[in-house]
């Protein structure tokens, strides 16, 4: 038990001790492509989901052209607009920041959002 805690911490040392390279807008683009299955970036077409052109700073559950779920909905109306730390929020825990979401997405790293934010901002 104490040999295993003892492993855990120096895990966890070896973890925060790596190191942490800036957010990278290529690796984003990467990153991206996890989402491009169900989302487009690059126009104002729905597919799977809502298309995420000029995500960052749009209302929540928006467009009046996708069929949201009632959660999406919602928390836009309750004010919820994707600013870069709700987004971040949202793609730790889809489910956790938008419980009922019909997106079925686990989440990311939060390494991986940093990137993921730098490739969307770069697209502005
Ligand atoms: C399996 C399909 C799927 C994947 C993969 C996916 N999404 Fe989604 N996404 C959805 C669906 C469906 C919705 C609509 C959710 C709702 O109405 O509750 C959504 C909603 C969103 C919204 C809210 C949009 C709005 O107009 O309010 C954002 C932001 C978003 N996704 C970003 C992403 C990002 C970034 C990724 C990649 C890291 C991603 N999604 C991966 C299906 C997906």
């Known amino acids: 038990m104490i040999r295993d805690r003892r492993g855990a911490s120096i895990l966890l040392v ?6 942490v390279s800036a957010a990278d807008s290529e690796r984003g683009r990467r990153v991206y492509e996890r989402c491009s299955s169900c ?6 077409r729905n597919v799977f989901g809502p298309h995420l052109k000029g995500i960052i700073g749009r209302r ?9 779920s009632h959660a999406m909905r919602a928390a836009g109306e309750a004010g919820l ?17 938008v419980p009922g979401t019909k997106m079925r997405f686990w989440g990311l790293w939060r390494s991986e959002i940093d990137d993921l934010m730098a490739y969307l901002k770069s697209l502005k």
Do not use: I, N
Request: cysteine-free; overall charge negative.
């Open 60 to 68: 929540a559950g928006s467009l009046p052209d996708y069929a949201y």
């Open 81 to 97: 607009v994707w600013e870069a730390q709700a987004l971040r929020d949202f793609l730790y825990s889809p489910k956790e920041k």
């Open 39 to 44: 989302h487009v970036l690059d126009e104002k």
């Open 14 to 19: 070896l973890a925060t001790a790596a190191p």
